[in-house]
């Protein structure tokens, strides 16, 4: 009896212990399907920190993150998957969890294929407040907390009938006490094991969550979150600056009561349309400081739907204060820039990076003869006819500016051929536009009408080169031309002449009539002169009533003679003033090149010489300089 008692014993204890190694198995395994499905929630928020941070940074360890996040997350579904096997009901939900998994991961491949990283951080980080993204999220997080539970109604049951087996073998086998205890205890450990996997579980979770915390605090944007009823659940470190700004609290309502008043209608208009319509509400608008000046901001906010039900706001805000000035700043240049363009002397014109233009100021539209309206989106080289000094067509510099990415300064003057056929002088300037990346965006010209500076220019180097009195070449044009005339000379073995001529009489006239009448004389007796020489001969006044004739290409002395003699006839009774005839004739000195000098100061001097003899002689009369022992034969 005994043995049989204790042989019911063992088979009892052994059967009661074969039951508890399995409802401890199965407990364990709900552990196990616990742990994964922990693991799993791990790496669906990782993979959503990690999408952020790809949304706002764009590059590729950013991706490489997303996909390793993925990676880990499947990995974690197919342990969980062999957990599980064909067990109900875990199969079906884990069926629901892995489709909500990989429709997740889909919607955060489109989110970060769509992202535009040419536009602003708040744009982009915005994507992720939409509904569409915000739906997949909490319907993945619901199937997660729907799996877990239904695992913990398992794990308590699986509890249940194991410590109802612990009954039956405390009872049944009293005997076996110990080895109870020592199964209790291995129970007890594995348990503490256990707990110790979970606890570390949920402490790198809260790390995750700080993390992802310190992420949202470093954004430069301020991030807040209403619930349903338009309450403030959270806000970030920037929403909260941007609030203490304006209030001490910084929460939501504190905000709307330190709106300017004239911004708070359509602020609360907006707000209610949010409310009405779900549609995600964008407003720029001002805020009052404490000491009463203005902060710019802008706010995107969009509703959170889960089921087609709101449960609460997700918001973005911007300070736009410095961008707001900036933009002040620069309108008042650009008004300064405006005016100045509109008010300087020189035409000035702008154009795209094909020459068409965009811009013309006021002297530009005057100078062209056209307004400024119709000239813009004319080509350049359409409105503006330039010719060179030939009256060849010259195209304006601007596109070969713009061309070869430099400034082009023309300084020898072209004109401007006006619709009348009056032609301009002017100079022109073209330099390219460029953008901020140093690409040609464009073009601007400058012209400047250089007609009266240039014909003052003429008239001083007319001043500075003739006689004002009788505007024949003065002394200094004389020898540039005399010296130019004996470089010919030497070129091709030729003889140069030179009648150096004085007025017999200027005193007498000057003293008996007045300096007026001597002046009158000297005019008469310029015409006199270029009357009388060659067409290729030279007439000058170099001083008083002193004259030169340079004559080039002479054949010999009697040429120069044959000329001096003809000069003294022509002076005989042709000068007068005021219809009565006045007693002047012309001495005349004569020299040749290279028969009496070699040079102009030498030539010069002889025919000084020579002019000096024909006063002592009697005056009226020419006479041709001795020549010189060193004379060249030509």
């Known amino acids: 009896m005994g043995a049989a008692l204790i042989g019911l014993l063992i088979v009892c204890g052994v059967a009661t212990t074969g039951a508890l190694l399995i409802a401890q198995g199965r407990v364990a395994h709900s552990y196990d399907v616990l742990h994964e499905t922990s693991l799993v929630r791990e790496d669906v928020q990782a993979l959503r920190l990690r999408v952020g941070i790809f949304i706002v940074r764009g590059d590729r360890a950013s991706r490489d993150d997303v996909a390793a996040s993925i990676r880990s997350a499947r990995a974690r579904l197919a342990s969980l998957r062999a957990l599980v096997g064909s067990n109900q009901p875990q199969k079906p939900l884990l069926d629901q969890l892995a489709g909500a998994f990989e429709e997740r991961v889909r919607s955060s491949t489109r989110l970060m294929s769509t992202a535009d990283f040419s536009a602003a951080i708040e744009s982009r980080a915005r994507a992720m407040t939409e509904p569409a993204y915000q739906v997949v999220n909490a319907r993945l997080m619901d199937s997660i907390d729907r799996m877990e539970r239904a695992e913990e109604l398992l794990l308590a049951e699986r509890r249940s009938r194991q410590s109802g087996i612990l009954?039956?073998?405390?009872?049944?086998?009293?005997?076996?006490?110990?080895?109870?205890?020592?199964?209790?205890?291995?129970?007890?450990?594995?348990?503490?094991?256990?707990?110790?996997?979970?606890?570390?579980?949920?402490?790198?979770?809260?790390?995750?969550?700080?993390?992802?915390?310190?992420?949202?605090?470093?954004?430069?944007?301020?991030?807040?979150?209403?619930?349903?009823?338009?309450?403030?659940?959270?806000?970030?470190?920037?929403?909260?600056?941007?609030?203490?700004?304006?209030?001490?609290?910084?929460?939501?309502?504190?905000?709307?009561?330190?709106?300017?008043?004239?911004?708070?209608?359509?602020?609360?208009?907006?707000?209610?349309?949010?409310?009405?319509?779900?549609?995600?509400?964008?407003?720029?608008?001002?805020?009052?400081?404490?000491?009463?000046?203005?902060?710019?901001?802008?706010?995107?906010?969009?509703?959170?739907?889960?089921?087609?039900?709101?449960?609460?706001?997700?918001?973005?805000?911007?300070?736009?204060?410095?961008?707001?000035?900036?933009?002040?700043?620069?309108?008042?240049?650009?008004?300064?820039?405006?005016?100045?363009?509109?008010?300087?002397?020189?035409?000035?014109?702008?154009?795209?990076?094909?020459?068409?233009?965009?811009?013309?100021?006021?002297?530009?539209?005057?100078?062209?003869?056209?307004?400024?309206?119709?000239?813009?989106?004319?080509?350049v080289d359409e409105l503006l006819q330039l010719v060179d000094e030939d009256g060849e067509a010259s195209p304006t510099s601007l596109l070969r500016a713009i061309a070869e990415n430099r400034t082009i300064d023309v300084i020898k003057p072209r004109r401007l051929v006006l619709s009348?056929?009056?032609?301009?002088?002017?100079?022109?300037?073209?330099?390219?536009?460029?953008?901020?990346?140093?690409?040609?965006?464009?073009?601007?010209?400058?012209?400047?009408?250089?007609?009266?500076?240039?014909?003052?220019?003429?008239?001083?180097?007319?001043?500075?080169?003739?006689?004002?009195?009788?505007?024949?070449?003065?002394?200094?044009?004389?020898?540039?031309?005399?010296?130019?005339?004996?470089?010919?000379?030497?070129?091709?073995?030729?003889?140069?002449?030179l009648l150096y001529i004085d007025l017999d009489g200027f005193k007498q006239v000057n003293d008996t009539h007045g300096h007026g009448a001597g002046d009158e004389l000297l005019r008469q007796v310029a015409a006199c002169l270029e009357s009388t020489v060659r067409l290729t001969d030279t007439v000058c006044r170099i001083?008083?009533?002193?004259?030169?004739?340079?004559?080039?290409?002479?054949?010999?002395?009697?040429?120069?003679?044959?000329?001096?003699?003809?000069?003294?006839?022509?002076?005989?009774?042709?000068?007068?003033?005021?219809?009565?005839?006045?007693?002047?004739?012309?001495?005349?000195?004569?020299?040749?090149?290279?028969?009496?000098?070699?040079?102009?100061?030498?030539?010069?001097?002889q025919a000084d010489h020579a002019l000096y003899r024909a006063k002592q002689s009697g005056r009226n009369r020419a006479l041709m300089a001795p020549e010189a022992a060193n004379s060249v034969s030509v």
């Not at 901020?436 to 500076?453: E, K, P």
């Not at 008083?544 to 290409?553: A, I, K, S």
């Not at 022509?570 to 090149?593: C, I, K, M, N």
Request: proline share 3%; net charge negative.
């Open 167 to 379: 009954l039956v073998l405390g009872i049944a086998l009293g005997g076996l006490v110990f080895w109870a205890v020592a199964i209790l205890a291995r129970l007890r450990r594995a348990a503490h094991d256990l707990i110790g996997e979970l606890s570390a579980a949920y402490r790198d979770t809260a790390l995750s969550k700080a993390e992802l915390e310190a992420f949202i605090d470093a954004s430069p944007l301020g991030l807040f979150h209403l619930d349903e009823r338009g309450l403030p659940t959270y806000f970030n470190a920037e929403a909260i600056r941007m609030g203490e700004l304006v209030t001490e609290g910084g929460s939501v309502a504190d905000w709307l009561a330190s709106v300017h008043p004239e911004d708070s209608d359509a602020l609360n208009s907006a707000w209610h349309r949010l409310l009405r319509t779900n549609e995600s509400l964008e407003e720029m608008f001002r805020l009052v400081r404490k000491d009463g000046s203005p902060v710019w901001v802008e706010s995107h906010l969009a509703p959170v739907l889960v089921e087609n039900r709101t449960t609460g706001f997700v918001g973005v805000c911007r300070d736009l204060s410095e961008r707001k000035a900036l933009e002040e700043n620069l309108f008042a240049a650009k008004e300064a820039a405006q005016v100045t363009l509109e008010s300087i002397g020189d035409a000035v014109i702008a154009t795209d990076a094909e020459g068409v233009i965009t811009f013309l100021n006021p002297r530009a539209a005057v100078l062209l003869e056209t307004e400024a309206q119709r000239g813009v989106g004319m080509p």
């Open 543 to 605: 001083g008083g009533d002193e004259f030169v004739v340079l004559m080039p290409e002479v054949s010999d002395g009697e040429g120069a003679m044959n000329l001096a003699e003809k000069i003294v006839a022509a002076a005989q009774g042709r000068f007068s003033w005021h219809g009565e005839p006045l007693d002047v004739t012309f001495s005349v000195g004569a020299a040749l090149y290279p028969d009496h000098a070699t040079d102009v100061v030498a030539l010069m001097r």
């Open 420 to 497: 009348d056929g009056t032609r301009l002088d002017i100079e022109d300037v073209a330099a390219p536009i460029r953008n901020r990346q140093g690409t040609v965006i464009g073009g601007v010209l400058v012209l400047r009408d250089v007609s009266i500076a240039q014909a003052i220019a003429e008239r001083m180097r007319h001043l500075a080169e003739y006689d004002v009195l009788t505007d024949l070449p003065n002394r200094l044009l004389f020898e540039d031309r005399a010296r130019q005339a004996l470089h010919a000379a030497i070129r091709h073995r030729a003889r140069v002449g």
